[in-house]
């Protein structure tokens, strides 16, 4: 398949890993921001072709990941009424609240459907006048374009049953946390293709200046991320801290403007709290005042209980690269897919559910795959 | 940097989800904790497509399976041909020739009678190319509401022909891993048109009946010692079946696995992996390394099977697990699936 199969070529994965075994004199500790890169690695094995001196660790891009309990509680909650039907992404369902997931309330007779646009839930509610369609618009700044559309149309044509549920975060200055962070071992970042694709990279440089930390705008293939790891790589070794491009067929420097446009008339920066790991200030997006009928916060008056929460899940760590899944005493036992206790054992792009999923259970992250390759 | 913690987990599910139908790891559950623990019996124990009975000295297999795909009509066929073809081989994937098929109806007040007999005249035309008569019947209305237009039940009775056990416990170390022809096909269709879901792809349903490939087989005499169709869950859920039931560890090559462009392209596009995709004519077959040669040769002067690939070895290993060996060369777990596979948010 053209622009897949080429970056999954396995000579040239193996002369690319070969390159950075060659440059690397020094032990690093990396960090790939997106969720959709920290599959890619953990589904493909990437680690296993890296020399032992390079730990990759786990990001916080994980949309579902980092949504606060209290939104799953928030749109629950708004699902649970008779007029509302709620529109999500698919892998928002399975995302535990403190009493419930939205796929717990779908069983309980709550009218709530996965879209795989949020344009899409403009026609479910153009189909029913009757009915109030909520859209849960989460993720980070890649969804935010289409969602920023939705909300646009929905004012243009003036579809008075329509909201959405906004929970949208921003990355950088998640990056800035982790970076700001007394414990922080991450020395260099593979920053998430798909963000960049629509803000571009120039709000990189502060950061990387400010810390001196390279960062390489990476995509998504076995052979970008090789790609992304060379070139920090060969950043650290030689002292220098710079922001580049290894993406470069889907990322401008200066991203998709109308992208940009359109994201910054329908919302505003605001700070957010972040699933295990708590508020960050100007970490998110909210519909700004002209579109602040549209807010389904707003619009329903919903109470959501107390929240109880686990000592046990360290999701706070993992995605702040502190821990490793299987580090976590729940790991695979009392926490896994099926029964989480975190979101990142939820969603396909969380760390735990990727560890858990592709056998990399143990404390050296490997002794499955071990086992499982004797004999080959 | 504050750090909270995440919430306490949810209680054990006390209702039905929709994963508990999707082939993984809950309908396994469900399974062992309601209706295996209930019905116990040596047969059923064996957890195998369709029963496998003896009586007066023949060997008889039974199945049966309820259908209640949406859309009823898809690209490639409807529920009625899914219904005859799925039941002819669940007692295909048990060694055994069709010999009388079942269906049941429940059909929803309102339900178009045009829709009805299309779907009707599938079922006459599936069964006549499996070469097997829907010998009994029965049916129920449900107010409107109260059913999804139609849901069908098909059971089928089966003469084993196999020589031999055909089962996860006839699998060995050393065998070879066949798969019969590309795989999400079904799957792809089905999601292509549900309501919803703005996805078009030239892509139709691989709904077949596989009892002409697995007679050839057998007619051949090739050694089978384990044959599986692709349904829910795809391969990924079969191998984990077959091998934790087997005590064995099967590892596969992800390059050999035959997965038309189409496909693949849909399910990235949709964040999906093909090899838990459903299938409805596809399957995969055991047989000592021996015989691939000529088991491939005789899958592959088959139509239903034409695209045959050999795609794994089992190996000496009680872990039960699956293996995959990725395009770049690295190997990983290939688990089963967890609750229903979701699109990815980006």
Known sequence: ?376 | MAILSCPLPRPATDRILLAHGGGGRLTNQLIESVFLSAFSNPVLDSRHDGAVLSANGVRLAMTTDTYVVHPLLFPGGTIGDLAVNGTVNDLAMCGARPFALSAGFVLEEGLAMETLRTIVASMQAAAKVANVPIVTGDTKVVDKGKGDGLFLNTTGVGVVVAPKTVGPESVRAGDAVLVSGELGAHGIAILSVREGLEFEGPVRSDTAPLWSAVEALFEAGIEVHCLRDLTRGGLSSALNEIASVARLRITVDEVAIPISDVVRGACELLGLDPLYVANEGRFVGFVPESEVDHALEILRSQAVSAGAMRAGTVHEDSSGIVTLRSRVGCHRVLDMLSGEQLPRIC
Request: glycine content about 8%; hydrophobic content about 40%; charged content about 20%.
């Open chain 1, 1 to 376: 398949m053209k622009f897949l199969d080429e970056y999954r070529d396995y000579s040239a994965v193996q002369k690319m890993a070969q390159t950075i075994r060659r440059g690397t004199t020094l032990p690093w500790t990396i960090m790939e921001v997106c969720g959709g890169q920290t599959y890619t690695i953990v589904k493909t094995g990437l680690q296993d072709l890296l020399p032992d001196k390079i730990t990759l660790v786990h990001g916080p891009g994980c949309p579902v990941c980092v949504t606060p309990v209290a939104m799953i509680d928030y749109a629950v909650a708004i699902a649970q009424r008779p007029e509302v039907i709620l529109c999500s992404f698919g892998d928002m369902l399975r995302v535990p609240g403190s009493m419930q997931s939205l796929f717990d309330a779908k069983a309980s007779g709550a009218d709530v459907r996965i879209l795989y646009s949020p344009l899409d839930a403009l026609k479910v509610a153009r189909s029913n006048p009757k009915r109030e369609v909520v859209f849960f618009a989460v993720g980070f700044e890649t969804t935010a374009p289409a969602n920023a559309m939705a909300a646009w149309e929905a004012k243009r044509e003036n579809i008075q049953n329509f909201s959405m549920l906004v929970s949208h975060v921003l990355v950088p200055p998640a990056m800035e946390a982790i970076l700001s962070s007394p414990d922080c071992r991450v020395q260099a970042f593979l920053a998430a293709g798909h963000v960049c694709m629509v803000m571009g990279f120039d709000e990189y440089l502060p950061i990387s200046q400010k810390y001196r930390v390279p960062i390489v705008v990476t995509g998504f293939e076995p052979l970008d991320l090789l790609e992304g790891v060379r070139m920090v790589v060969a950043q650290l070794e030689s002292g220098r801290a710079e922001v580049e491009n290894q993406y470069a067929r889907a990322v401008r420097r200066s991203g998709n403007r109308p992208a940009q446009h359109r994201i910054a008339e329908v919302f505003e920066v605001t700070g957010r709290a972040w699933r295990g790991i708590g508020e960050i200030p100007s970490s998110g997006l909210r519909l700004r005042e002209a579109y602040r009928h549209f807010d389904a916060e707003s619009r329903f008056e919903v109470e959501i209980g107390h929240r109880e929460e686990s000592s046990e899940c360290i999701a706070g760590l993992v995605l702040q690269g502190l821990r490793k899944p299987h580090q976590c005493p729940a790991f695979g036992t009392r926490c896994t897919p099926d029964r989480p206790l975190g979101a990142p054992m939820v969603s396909s792009e969380g760390a735990c559910a990727a560890y858990f999923h592709f056998g990399r259970r143990k404390e050296d992250g490997n002794s499955i795959l071990s086992i499982a390759t004797a004999g080959d």
